[in-house]
């Protein structure tokens, strides 16, 4: 990315980071929250920030991301270094508390009124992380997503190398991972691999 395109980069993130377009339908401000570098090569999509991302303003700072970042073989260091990832979930913002359990669906204004743009100011990725329905059904279509989550992470070969489709590392996902132990046993290891590659020959 040349001089300009980190300039166009900079002057988005900050109509993002500004962004009150979801402001009435939200139960608390809007605070954006994503990381984006001109010089990253890996990009990760998940649905959309939890109370306690809400609260701190970081990434996957939740048992999530712990989870993430271990399927990762990475640190935090690492993970929330813009210079090396891309975090830019469906959602921007978090959006509540869902009555039934667990939080709501990001907002579907974000990623219409965002998403593209973004993407392409950041450009071309090396690797891409699709976690959960919501990211898998914007990057891979509906088409794809027939079987479900289930059925589309069994099918991680037909991705990889250049994106791996993911469950969501949510501690509510505790009983799928039991029900597919395949996951950590075939998926993880060839993640890790894929993220060391890319990290070790940065742009």
């Known amino acids: 990315m040349n001089g300009g395109d980190e300039r166009d980069l900079d002057t988005l993130l900050s109509e993002i980071r500004a962004c009150c377009l979801c402001a009435d339908l939200l139960p608390h401000e809007p605070r954006p929250v994503l990381q984006a570098g001109p010089r990253a090569r890996i990009l990760v999509v998940g649905q959309a920030p ?6 701190t303003g970081l990434p996957f700072n939740d048992p999530s991301g712990e989870r993430l970042r271990d399927w990762m073989g ?3 260091e690492t993970f929330y270094d813009p210079a090396r990832l891309n975090i830019v979930p469906m959602g921007f913002c978090y959006p509540g508390t869902d009555p039934k359990g667990g939080d709501r669906p990001p907002r579907p204004e974000c990623a219409a009124h965002w998403r593209k743009r973004l993407l392409s100011t950041l450009g071309p990725q090396d690797l891409t992380l699709v976690i959960g329905q919501y990211a898998m059904r914007w990057h891979l279509g ?5 079987e479900g989550v289930s059925g589309v992470v069994r099918r991680w070969r037909e991705f990889a190398p250049a994106l791996f489709p993911l469950p969501h590392p949510s501690p509510r996902n505790i ?12 998926v993880v290891p060839a993640l890790r691999r894929r993220i060391a590659e890319v990290l070790g020959h940065p742009r």
């Open 50 to 55: 939890g109370r306690r991302v809400h609260e």
């Open 74 to 76: 990475i640190g935090r």
């Open 175 to 186: 009983g799928w991972f039991r029900r597919h132990p395949w996951f950590e046993a075939e």
């Open 142 to 146: 509906r088409e794809a997503m027939r």
